[in-house]
C-alpha cells in the first residue's frame, strides 16, 4: 500500500473521530437545551424536535425515538438534494444526537425557575449545539434537511436566517392551531432568534477577521515584519497616489482580530508614515483559514 493511499486513509479515519467527538459535544448541548430548559418549562419548540416534545408529553413516548420515526422518510427525499454523504453524516448526528436526549440529559438536573432565562439558555445552547454539527457538514435531520435543501437552492442566504423563518412559522402555527398560549408564542420566538443568530455565529463568525491595506514605501520591509510577528502572509497591489501621480506600493493582509494589533505595531516601528486602512472582514477562507464545509 502507497504512502498516499495510508495518508489518505489515516485523514479518513481522523475526520471520522472529530465528526463523533463535534456530534457528542453538540449533541450534548441540544440535549441539555431541550430536555433541561425547554421541556422543564413547557417551551413549544420547533420542528421534529417540538414534534417530539409534543409526543412525549402525551404519551410519554421517547423523544429520541420519534425524532428517528419522523427523521428518515423526510430524509431520504431530501438526501437528492443534499446528497447520500450528507444523509448518512446526518443519521450519525441525529442517532448521537437522540441518544444524549433521552439517555444522558436527563440525569442533569432541570431548570425550573425564571422562564425568560430557561428560553435564553434553551436558545443559546440549542445553538451551539447545531452550530458544531452543521459546521463539520451534518444535520440533526428535520426541519435542517430543509432548512440545508433551501440553502442548496439560495447560497446567499444564511442557514440561520432560514431555520428562524421556518421555526417562526411552525411556532406561529402551532400556537394558533395548538395551545392558543401567547405567551408561549413569544418565548418560542425568543428562543428561535437566538438560536438562530448562535448558530450563524459559530458558522460564520468564528471565522471572521480583519484585513488591511498598507500603502508604504516600504513594501517588502513591511510584509517580512507581518510575517515574523504573526506568520501571516501578504499580498503586494499597485497603486496610484491621485494627486502626486507617483507609483505606491500597497501591502494587503488578512488576519485574525488579535493578530491585527500585532500588525499594527509591527508596520509602525518598519515605516512610521505607512498609511492603514483596517476593514472588518465577516468571513475568511483559504489556507491558513477556516474551511467551508457547508
Not at 409534543?54 to 425524532?67: E, H, K, S
Not at 463539520?136 to 435531520?141: D, I, L, V
Amino acid at each position: 500500500m502507497s504512502t498516499i493511499e495510508n495518508t489518505g486513509k489515516k485523514n479518513t479515519v481522523k475526520k471520522i473521530i472529530i465528526d463523533i467527538i463535534f456530534d457528542i459535544i453538540g449533541g450534548a448541548f441540544i440535549a441539555t437545551g431541550v430536555y433541561n430548559f425547554a421541556s422543564a418549562s413547557d417551551f413549544p419548540l420547533t420542528g421534529f424536535t417540538g414534534i417530539s416534545l409534543i409526543v412525549n408529553r402525551l404519551t410519554g413516548f421517547p423523544m429520541g425515538l420519534m425524532l428517528i420515526a419522523l427523521n428518515i422518510p423526510v430524509g431520504l427525499i431530501c438526501s437528492k438534494i443534499l446528497g447520500r454523504r450528507y444523509f448518512f453524516n446526518s443519521l450519525k448526528s441525529m442517532f448521537i444526537t437522540s441518544v444524549m436526549i433521552d439517555y444522558v440529559a436527563p440525569n442533569f438536573p432541570v431548570f425550573t425557575n425564571e422562564k425568560i432565562l430557561a428560553a435564553i439558555c434553551t436558545g443559546v445552547l440549542s445553538g451551539i449545539g447545531y452550530g458544531l454539527i452543521y459546521s463539520r457538514g451534518s444535520s440533526t435531520g428535520g426541519t435542517d434537511f430543509i432548512t440545508l435543501s433551501i440553502r442548496s437552492r439560495r447560497p446567499y442566504l444564511s442557514i440561520g436566517n432560514i431555520a428562524f423563518i421556518l421555526d417562526a412559522i411552525i411556532v406561529s402555527v402551532g400556537t394558533l392551531i395548538v395551545s392558543k398560549n401567547v405567551t408561549g408564542l413569544i418565548y418560542g420566538m425568543i428562543i428561535a432568534f437566538i438560536a438562530s443568530t448562535v448558530v450563524d455565529k459559530i458558522l460564520y463568525g468564528l471565522s471572521a477577521g480583519k484585513m488591511t491595506l498598507i500603502v508604504t514605501d516600504k513594501a517588502q520591509e513591511v510584509a517580512e515584519a507581518i510575517d515574523a510577528a504573526t506568520h501571516r502572509g501578504a499580498t503586494f497591489l499597485k497603486g496610484q497616489g491621485s494627486y502626486t501621480e507617483e507609483d505606491k506600493d500597497i501591502v494587503m493582509c488578512a488576519c485574525s482580530k488579535r493578530q491585527m494589533y500585532l500588525i499594527q505595531d509591527a508596520v509602525k516601528e518598519v515605516d512610521p508614515k505607512a498609511f492603514m486602512i483596517i476593514m472588518e472582514s465577516s468571513e475568511v477562507m483559504g489556507q491558513g483559514f477556516a474551511k467551508k464545509t457547508i
